[in-house]
């Protein structure tokens, strides 16, 4: 009877074994589920990083279009379908504004067979892309703002600008407007 006893309280070595597997695919599936929550939380991180690049790129363009210094001789606006040059007044590293000549361009990159779109900022040398990887864009000038607008193609080289920038791309259109006006 003490041998009965003792078999009963051991574990058979097909228990130990199947108790065995049932652990390791227990830690198997856990190890996955935070190995696909740490690549999601990379993703969600990458997306936001992204996001606020954009997001700081269209804001930066928009201030210097705002602050863009129109009416005098020297500082002049001419405007095409792919480019656009005026003096404006640029935030500098050390946080004041600097006069800046700049340079909005829509071009085609050869390579890739799509468009993109670069600031230059001849006064601080400086060049970033706004956008990239679209198929069609173009920039257009607000010459009238009465009766939804009067847009031109091509805002000849002059003292006086535009009311806005248009910068359409794949059919999507951000508006820059230009300087404040009394």
Not at 42 to 56: H, I, K, M
Not at 103 to 128: C, D, H, N, P, Y
Not at 147 to 176: F, K, N, Q, Y
Request: aromatic residues 6%.
């Amino acid at each position: 009877m003490l041998a009965g006893n003792l078999r009963n309280r051991g574990f058979t070595l097909i228990e130990l074994v199947v108790a065995l597997t049932v652990a390791a695919l227990v830690v198997g599936v856990a190890h996955s589920l935070i190995v696909a929550l740490g690549d999601g939380a990379a993703g969600l991180t990458e997306a936001a990083v992204n996001a606020d690049s954009e997001s700081n790129r269209e804001r930066f363009l928009k201030g210097v279009v705002k602050r863009l210094n129109a009416g005098s001789l020297e500082a002049t606006f001419d405007g095409t379908p792919d480019r656009a040059r005026f003096k404006s007044w640029c935030n500098t590293p050390n946080g004041w504004l600097e006069s800046c000549e700049v340079e909005l361009t829509m071009a085609m990159v050869r390579s890739r067979s799509r468009f993109e779109v670069k600031v230059e900022l001849q006064g601080q040398s400086q060049e970033f892309l706004l956008a990239s990887d679209f198929e069609a864009g173009v920039l257009r000038y607000l010459s009238d703002a009465r009766l939804g607008g009067r847009w031109m193609t091509v805002w000849g080289e002059s003292v006086t600008a535009p009311l806005a920038i248009g910068v359409v791309i794949d059919g999507d259109t951000t508006v820059l407007r230009v300087g404040d006006r009394g």
